[in-house]
């Protein structure tokens, strides 16, 4: 019997995983899109998949860096799927290509304005973010 515990418990342990690192993930798509609409940002859509590693990596060293998470809480609306267990709204299906992970940001009409396709170490994912964002700001 005790095994037995010892083994669901494992079992648990290696299929639970903190997605969220430090970010502050909306609700739905459509919740960050009216959060967009009304703070004039970008909203980000993580597209990853359970098995993927570099989704893992992004969950676990990129999205729980403090600098990471506070830039995405302050100048994006993020918002986070799992394409293997989730379902995408259709107006993100369109800019997924199925790689993952996908970074997508899209402007709060719905337009795609730029993606992020793999994963990237805090610093290098960090500088593309201030990219992605200067460059909207500056086209506003």
Sequence with gaps: ???MLLFLVGVVFAFAFDWSGKVDWAISYNTAKMIAQKEHKLVM??????????????ASQVYSNDKVA?????????????ADRDNIPVEVQAY??????????IKPNGELYREIIGARPPQVFLK?????Y?????KK
């Design 1 to 3: 019997m005790k095994k």
């Design 45 to 58: 859509v993580d597209i990853s998949l359970s098995h993927c590693p570099p989704c893992r990596y992004l």
């Design 70 to 82: 506070n830039y995405i809480n302050s100048h994006f609306i993020p918002v986070f799927y799992l």
């Design 96 to 105: 997924f290509t199925g790689s993952t992970p996908t970074i997508l940001f």
């Design 128 to 132: 593309g973010l201030e990219e992605i």
């Design 134 to 138: 200067n460059s909207y700001e500056g």
